[in-house]
């Protein structure tokens, strides 16, 4: 639970930020759209190595 507020925390001062006319700090702690991808991809590499009765699979690169 904290690490939610954590995210929702510095998306909410990176959008003050934006909104005062600055930009936001370039070490922002909240996930990228890339990052969300990137877990996306790995669950559905472990599902299909759970599917094929837990072989080694290689995560597909983009």
């Known amino acids: 639970l904290e690490g939610f507020a954590t995210i929702y925390t510095e998306v909410a001062h990176a959008i003050r930020a934006v909104r005062q006319?600055?930009?936001?700090?370039g070490e922002v702690?909240?996930?990228?759209?890339?990052?969300?991808?990137?877990?996306?991809?790995?669950?559905?590499?472990a599902v299909k190595s759970s599917?094929?009765?837990?072989?080694?699979?290689?995560?597909e690169q983009p």
Do not use: C, S
């Open 29 to 45: 702690l909240f996930p990228t759209v890339a990052d969300g991808l990137d877990g996306v991809e790995f669950i559905e590499t």
């Open 51 to 59: 599917t094929n009765g837990a072989t080694w699979v290689r995560k």
């Open 21 to 25: 006319g600055r930009r936001p700090d």
